[in-house]
């Protein structure tokens, strides 16, 4: 059974940093591409970020290009989500989540969904 798991959500004021991590099994984390949404109240889960198949090449939205960072960590099997001058309109709740082919920007795509974390960005 795959899991991930979303860590490192939480409260910030506008203009501050957050890192979210995602932790797999080291299984899911080799045969799949990770990548990121997020879904604010009454909208459509939103493409953030996410890695080419070959796990080297990052895709980002147009909403977070030049502020937000996805990377990992092979060894511990963990994506992160760096997210540095944070908006209000960054408030959400972001999932982790893990597809087996192309398209890394349509959430149908993505097979295996985190629980989700919570982000909120006062201003």
């Known amino acids: 059974q795959v899991q991930l798991v979303e860590t490192g959500g939480g409260l910030v004021q506008a203009g501050g940093s957050l890192r979210l991590s995602c932790a797999a099994s080291?299984?899911?984390?080799?045969?799949?591409?990770m990548g990121w949404f997020r879904q604010a109240p009454g909208k459509e889960r939103e493409f953030v970020a996410a890695?080419?198949?070959?796990?080297?090449?990052?895709y980002y939205g147009d909403a977070v290009k030049g502020r937000f960072t996805i990377s990992r960590d092979n060894v511990k099997n963990t994506v992160y989500l760096q997210m540095n001058s944070l908006k209000p309109e960054d408030t959400a709740v972001y999932y982790c989540?893990?597809?087996?082919?192309?398209?890394?920007?349509?959430?149908?795509?993505?097979?295996?969904w985190g629980q989700g974390t919570q982000v909120t960005v006062s201003s």
């Open positions: 890695f080419h198949r070959n796990g080297v090449g990052t």
């Open positions: 989540a893990a597809r087996d082919g192309s398209g890394w920007s349509n959430p149908t795509n993505y097979k295996y």
């Open positions: 080291a299984r899911t984390f080799s045969r799949y591409a």
